[in-house]
């Protein structure tokens, strides 16, 4: 049980073997199966230390905005959700999750989702929520195992497939999809950036005075934003804060080499994520061939970045504006206090950025991404509630996905209890049995 615990915990092992298997079907030469599974692992490694930077920076600034704009409430975090439900459904979560990815293997082989969900992280999240919240309704031993992992299937091949279309218009193909439980916000802020916005006028064609030159490089301008933004919350924040987050270092100079350490983690997010894909796409074709024909693999939000490095900072700061638009809103309703987190915001709102600026340019990114940043606020205060009705006092997921499956299972558990449950499932099933045999009528009368 521990193995498969740790096994699934480790997604650049699980993107590893997926590239092994893919290069084999292909019947590479040895030396190529070697070079190209080592450089998926090693590169989806250095993406993961990238994003590792980025958070470990966002860390201190995130007390450093609480305090400086004196904001007080929850922040959502998932990972401090899953310290709680480890404690208390391992065991279950660990099976959710094992057999959550064959769920979405045979899905992906028999239906028209052809999606293969392979963010690690993301798929333990979702599988302890929904340990959790089945775990409450009254769900036990091998009947909370398979509904969940029949959920947690259904939903990785379901997530992607939502954002797909949006992805679609960034990529020019179907090579690689989204696999970040985001799908709420990614679609609906891209849909909202096509109405509101205008495709033709890019976030990467901003033009930049000769001057200001510099801006045109990318690490360069996200350094200097960064820059702006840390040392403005560090001087406002309160001195003891500051202190004990620089361990006595000189403000300025702390707040400096965090924001370059953050650019530093966004330009090695991009290097993994140009080596791995360099590698999975070619190798995962091994796979589609073989086990599910025409199978497209979701991987982790930074695999977009590289396509529109000006929206993901766009898309940040004007997530952070939402997020602060929603927490004031919030002040005036009987809703529990959301501090926007920063981790969430940027993550999400750079990918929603970059899914926006395809569909409504600029002004559309704008508009999309405040949204975006509001809905990372509202939707955790819905699900909050319920949270601590679960036994998580003060601690909520932070990403749209959670939120909305949360929300979905655990207030129609509360309400009709199983037999609530059982009839989503139910759904759920016939949509994709009905979906499973258009699939193959479909290839049927291709071969016809």
Sequence with gaps: MNFIYSFFNQPAIIIGLIALIGLVALKKPFSKVLTGTLKTVIGFLILSEGGGIIAAALDTLGPAFESAFHIQGV??????????????L??????????????????????????????????????????????????????????????????????????????????????????????????????ISGVTGDKSKSTEDIKVPEQLSFFRDNTISTAIVMIVIYV???????????????????????????????????????????????????????????????????????????????????????SVVGGVIAFLILAMTDLPMIIPGLIPLFFVGAGAGVLSNATGGLRGTIIGCIFNGAALIFLPAFLLPLMGELGFANSTFGDADFAGVGIIIGYLGKFFD???????????????????????????????
Excluded at 75 to 84: K, L, Q, S
Excluded at 425 to 434: D, E, K, Q, T
Aim: charged share 15%; no cysteine; aromatic share 10%.
């Design 75 to 88: 922040i959502p975090a998932n990972e401090a959700v899953i310290g709680v439900a480890e404690n208390m």
């Design 90 to 191: 391992g065991r279950e979560m660990a099976l959710i999750m094992a057999f959550g990815f064959v769920f979405n293997i045979i899905i992906a082989r028999f239906t028209k989702l052809k999606y293969i969900f392979l963010s690690g992280h993301h798929v333990l999240f979702m599988s302890a929520l929904l340990a959790a919240v089945l775990g409450t309704i009254g769900f036990k031993g091998a009947e909370l195992v398979v509904v969940g992992s029949i959920f947690l299937g259904a939903v990785m091949a379901i997530s992607p497939a939502i954002v797909q279309p949006f992805y679609r218009k960034v990529t020019g193909n179907d090579d690689i999809a989204m696999g970040h439980f985001n799908a709420i916000t990614y679609s609906l802020s891209a849909l």
């Design 232 to 318: 403005i919350t560090f001087l406002f924040a309160d001195a003891s804060v500051i202190l004990k987050l620089s361990g006595g270092d000189n403000i300025v100079m702390f707040a400096l080499m965090q924001a370059l350490k953050f650019t530093a983690g966004f330009v090695i997010v991009l290097q993994g994520v140009r080596m791995m894909l360099a590698e999975i796409v070619p190798a995962f074709k091994g796979i589609s061939d073989k086990l599910v024909p025409n199978a497209t693999p979701a991987l982790d939000v930074p695999v977009i970045f590289p396509f529109a490095p000006n929206a993901v900072l766009i898309g940040f700061l004007s």
């Design 418 to 448: 199983k037999a609530g449950i059982y009839g989503l499932l139910g759904v759920l099933v016939v949509y994709l049995v009905f979906s499973a045999i258009r699939s193959g009528s479909k290839k049927e009368k291709v071969e016809a």
